[in-house]
């Protein structure tokens, strides 16, 4: 029997990383054993059905790169559509759920009330073998005791989520159900409506909630909580990812920092862990792990991400030339722990003119500075080569001449040329801007002193 899951969000307008970890799980699932991803929009809310709210999930899902593999909208609807097909949509499924409905009401296994249409639940406990949670039994509670049957249409005609939920999972053949514990207390209806339709249901796998650091539920307003603070924060979606599958999962050896390659290959639901996650609000280990995958990029991606990041922040890389921009990227190779960091990283080179910190500004505009900066002038000018190694010697020959350590006069250098107290190595970045840009940058400064 091969795997098919998928992923069934309701479009409130926001995708939370509960869910967010949720597809997640599903899509390492399909892919560790070759199975299908469909992705399923139960928008049968007509309220809160905007396209506004669906396209916030399905860019969420593509940033984080979890393309689907099936949908009603391509040519060829079964073959791998890699993300650009699909997904599917309740609304668009509302005849399958009236004929299903007319199915139970002529079988006896419904009945109309009040207008509206009841399923007639079993009076028996119903069992759940759930591959994380294990045996669930869900006793009757008092009301159910009394009525245990519950609404499948609503008077006003729709379908209720219980009811389109299985349906949905039984005509898409759904063979596993990888969904948030919350979940779980509906199971044992889910299950008694496969059995009315003649079908065991499929295998499920709730997984433990995320919880805040406090161990309180996780809501909408916490901050965290909607998958798109990420990419507007400048984390990369490798090391959300290893976030997300480390909220509920981890490797036998313990391993922390993976590809998604490599978790595909290790991934399996048995491993999902069974108590809550906490999310760590001052983002400790998510910092630590996009630093880690900011320094596995490969040089291209890298320089594609920064220059994005650049241009967001209104530095413009695109009229400089080529091999000068990369020369550039390459000195924050290895620092930038977030592509947040990069305008103040590196803008400098980009800019026409420099803009001095405020706090620098003081300790650049010194007399004594003067006199420092007019005599590294010269000897930039006439330096042999314009490297760093060269460079270095250079400024540090200029140190002895003068008596002075290199700290007093790396730093106004490094202050006039990028306008920051710290950043790129100054040998190196001096390199790259080139003799040219140097020598006016130090000449702007000294003009003014
Ligand atoms: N639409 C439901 C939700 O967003 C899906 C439940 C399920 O995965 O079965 O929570």
Request: glycine letters at 8%; one cysteine or more; a negative charge.
């Amino acid at each position: 029997m091969s795997v098919r899951v998928r992923f069934a969000p309701s479009p409130t307008g926001f995708l939370h990383i509960g869910g967010a970890r949720t597809a997640l799980f599903n899509w390492l699932y399909a892919r560790h054993v070759g199975g299908v991803f469909v992705l399923r929009i139960e928008d049968t809310d007509a309220a809160r059905n905007t396209q506004q709210a669906v396209d916030v999930i399905l860019d969420g899902l593509r940033w984080l790169g979890l393309d689907w593999d099936e949908g009603p909208i391509t040519a060829d609807a079964t073959g791998p559509c890699k993300g650009q097909c699909g997904p599917y949509f309740q609304s668009q499924r509302k005849d399958l759920y009236q004929r299903r409905v007319e199915a139970l009401l002529s079988h006896g296994l419904a009945y109309e009330q009040d207008g509206a249409v009841k399923f007639k639940m079993t009076r028996e406990p119903v069992v759940i073998e759930d591959i994380v949670v294990g045996q669930v039994i869900r006793p009757l509670t008092d009301r159910e005791e009394t009525d245990p049957d519950f609404v499948i249409v609503r008077s006003d005609g729709e379908p209720v989520f219980h009811l389109v939920n299985v349906i949905d999972d039984l005509d898409m053949g759904i063979t596993h159900v990888i969904r948030g514990e919350d979940h779980l207390s509906n199971t044992a209806k889910h299950i008694a409506l496969f059995r009315a339709f003649g079908v065991e249901p499929p295998k499920y796998a709730h997984i433990p909630l995320i919880l805040n650091g406090d161990g309180s539920k996780m809501s909408k307003r916490d901050a965290g909580a909607s998958l798109m603070t990420y990419p507007e924060e400048g984390y990369l979606p490798e090391a959300v990812l290893n976030y997300l599958c480390l909220l509920g999962w981890s490797s036998k050896d313990n391993q922390e920092v993976f590809s998604l390659a490599e978790v595909v290959e290790r991934f399996d639901l048995p491993q999902v862990l069974r108590h809550n996650a906490k999310f760590d609000p001052k983002r400790e280990k998510l910092n630590w792990l996009n630093f880690e995958h900011m320094r596995r990029l490969d040089s291209e991606r890298f320089n594609e991400l920064t220059v994005h990041a650049l241009s967001t922040a209104g530095i413009d890389t695109s009229s400089h030339p080529l091999p000068f921009v990369k020369a550039a990227l390459a000195t924050g190779r290895d620092k930038l722990r977030n592509l947040s960091e990069a305008p103040g990283y590196l803008g400098f080179y980009f800019r026409d003119a420099v803009e001095t910190d405020l706090a620098e500004a003081p300790k650049l505009m010194i007399p004594e500075n003067k006199p420092r900066l007019v005599r590294l002038r010269a000897a930039f000018a006439s330096a042999a080569g314009f490297d760093a190694a060269t460079l270095e010697t250079t400024l540090k020959a200029i140190a002895v001449e003068l008596g002075l350590k290199a700290g007093p006069l790396v730093h106004p250098v490094r202050v006039a040329l990028t306008g920051k107290g710290s950043g790129p190595s100054l040998y190196h970045l001096m390199e790259v801007l080139g003799r040219e840009r140097t020598l006016a940058r130090l000449d702007a400064v000294i003009a003014r002193l």
